[in-house]
Nanobody, 127 residues
């Protein structure tokens, strides 16, 4: 079993920045093809935000966060980081980290394609 733990969420004013992290751990050797961030707003379904290929480093972003959010990784620390800039109130949500042991490039946006999920970290952007 793989455990994902997010941290770094909180309250920020509109226009501000926030950095959230996710650390993966397991008692067995992990196979990671991709790690991604999804968000879930109040009463909404889980929505893809950004993802990164663990080996090649290719990054994928939802259109509305392009140029505003940046995903990065540290393979040694099994950590993925999401830097969020110029935040708006509509970005208020619980941000969840997801890990896929195997993933097609076309499936980054599909939540059911991921094998493990974290509990999420809440991000609140005030106006």
């Amino acid at each position: 079993q793989v455990r994902l733990v997010e941290s770094g969420g909180g309250l920020v004013q509109a226009g501000g920045s926030l950095r959230i992290s996710c650390v993966a751990s397991s008692e067995r050797a992990m196979r990671i093809t991709a790690m991604s961030w999804f968000r879930e707003g109040p009463g909404e379904d889980s929505e893809f935000v950004t993802g990164i290929n663990w080996n090649v480093g290719n990054k994928y972003y939802a259109d509305h966060v392009m140029g505003r959010f940046t995903i990065s990784k540290d393979n040694t620390k099994k950590t993925v980081v999401l830097q969020m800039n110029s935040l708006l109130p509509e970005y208020t949500a619980v941000y969840c980290c997801a890990l896929a042991e195997a993933l097609y490039t076309t499936d980054y946006y599909i939540s059911r394609a991921y094998d493990f999920w974290g509990q999420g970290t809440r991000v609140t952007v005030s106006s």
